[in-house]
């Protein structure tokens, strides 16, 4: 098991050394223990980060929360397809996801960075869409023949 030191501990959770000692001392770091030269924590999980347990009172600490800005999701909706066949009114396929704003649109063009994500189980992400592309949020996107749809989404990545 792969351990690290109260130092190394405080930059990787973002706190200050003195409050991990007291994370330790009230037995919310799990696996702390003392060695001759100072405290060890072990580092779990995939990102490899000291596990803290939750406090009985007062605010959840925000150590482990990692703000970063979701990516811009664009996907064809398939069921729209398959009726613009049988229709003479051809609606909007391509759906862009940018946060809580989803817009239907006929064309979509970008330059900068994107990736075709392709899982074949996915049940319930963007109404079960087998196959999207994710472009980073700052990037400025062109849309053609839209209809803006402002909801709620639920997003994945948080």
Not at 11 to 35: P, W
Not at 44 to 56: D, F
Request: aromatic share 8%; proline share 4%.
């Amino acid at each position: 098991m792969e351990t690290i030191t109260l130092t190394e501990a405080s930059y990787l959770l973002g706190i200050s050394r003195q409050r991990i000692l007291q994370l330790i001392y009230a037995k919310r770091v799990q696996g702390a223990y003392k060695t001759k030269q100072g405290w060890k924590l072990p580092l779990y999980g995939k990102r490899r980060m000291p596990k803290i347990l939750r406090g009985k009172r007062g605010r959840k600490g925000t150590w482990l929360v990692q703000r970063r800005e979701k990516p811009t999701i664009i996907h064809v909706n398939k069921g729209l397809v398959g009726t613009n066949n049988k229709r003479d009114n051809k609606e909007p396929v391509i759906i862009v996801r940018k946060s809580s704003k989803v817009t239907y649109c006929s064309e979509v063009s970008f330059e900068g960075h994107c990736k075709i994500i392709y899982r074949p189980d996915n049940e319930e992400l963007y109404a079960g869409a087998k196959v999207w592309m994710e472009v980073d949020a700052g990037t400025e996107i062109n849309i053609k023949s839209e209809t803006i749809i402002i909801k709620k989404v639920r997003s994945p990545f948080l």
